[in-house]
């Protein structure tokens, strides 16, 4: 019986893309012929993956998971190339895994693929490529984050297509005296889905963001040719519109507008530590196939 080692289940993982434990095994059917072993994979269906890993992957779901303590939430986004695909139960069941395996990371994609897979043997990297040979599409893990509070991490999915999971996925973490903070949570929660802000407070606002937004007001306010103390004055009146707009605890509540978030908050005993908002393919400007560019180099980025 010729010697597995680390180095040969290497080589063949990058040849055929096959998971560690998958090429573990074919090596060990193999007795460690190289040639033998990719066969091996090909006949069993489990080297699709690094053909498949060319194709742009610019479907899929979000998906979020909370802890048993309800103090700690994970969000993730995982692609696939079509919505069919997105539907299947076995992408599903995998997804949801996944995000709770987040909850035991430090919430970054680089940790997630490394930690033990919720389904099978080796990593959740390798679950992934199993899944894509299985399935037939690529798949990308594009995303991952985590919340924690000493208070507690409240979720919402819009248009769940499945039990914690959809095109968008929010979590908001609180904390406070409140007696049903997680409740007070599920319902920003809700708000931000459906306003997606910038920021949670004014703070908080890219710098370049507020400056490039009171340049264009100030050009604006020139116009009208007023004097400079009243311009000033129109300036600030329209930032604070902008504010409104843009900021989380500025923003009227989408479920009693006559409040504005932070009010809702305040009224309810819950302070505001961070929230995440995730909806599929979102971070481009440019249109699908620019979105599908990007998903692409970091499947191909590993």
């Known amino acids: 019986m010729a010697q597995i080692t680390a180095a040969l289940v290497k080589e063949l993982r990058e040849k055929t ?50 802890s048993p303590d309800g103090k700690s939430g ?15 139960a076995e992408f599903q069941s995998a997804l949801s895994g996944i995000a709770h395996n987040a909850l035991e990371t430090d919430g970054s994609v680089e940790a997630l693929k490394a930690a033990p897979a919720p389904q099978g043997e080796g990593t959740v990297d390798d679950m992934i490529k199993a899944l894509v040979g299985k399935i037939g599409e690529n798949m ?7 919340l924690v509070a000493q208070g507690a991490v409240a ?48 703070d908080d606002l890219d710098a370049a963001l507020v400056e490039r937004e009171r340049t264009v007001l100030t050009d604006e306010a020139k116009e009208s040719g007023k004097p400079d103390n009243v311009i000033e004055k129109m300036i600030e009146g ?31 005993g819950a302070e505001l530590k961070g929230f995440v908002r995730f909806a599929l393919g979102e971070g481009l400007d ?17």
């Open 17 to 66: 893309g096959a998971g560690m434990m998958d090429a573990k095994k074919a090596l060990v059917e193999s007795d460690g012929d190289m040639e033998a072993a990719v066969d091996w994979l090909r006949a069993k269906g489990l080297s699709k993956a690094a053909k498949k890993s060319g194709r742009t992957a610019a479907d899929g779901l979000v998906a979020v998971a909370i």
């Open 74 to 88: 994970a969000v993730v986004e995982l692609n696939a190339e079509t919505d069919f695909v997105a539907r299947n």
């Open 140 to 146: 990308t893990l594009r995303r991952s984050e985590k």
């Open 155 to 202: 979720s919402y999915v819009h248009n769940a297509e499945a039990d914690g999971m959809g095109k968008v996925g929010v979590l908001v973490a609180l904390d406070g005296s409140g007696d049903e903070l997680a409740e007070t949570g599920r319902k920003v929660a809700m708000h931000i889905a459906a306003t997606a802000p910038a920021s949670a407070t004014v």
């Open 238 to 268: 329209r930032m604070k519109k902008f504010y409104k707009e843009v900021v989380l605890v500025e923003q009227p509540f989408v479920m009693d507008p006559d409040m504005t978030v932070g009010k809702f908050l305040e009224d309810n």
């Open 286 to 302: 440019k249109g699908e196939d620019d979105f599908a560019a990007e998903v692409e180099a970091l499947s191909k980025g590993g």
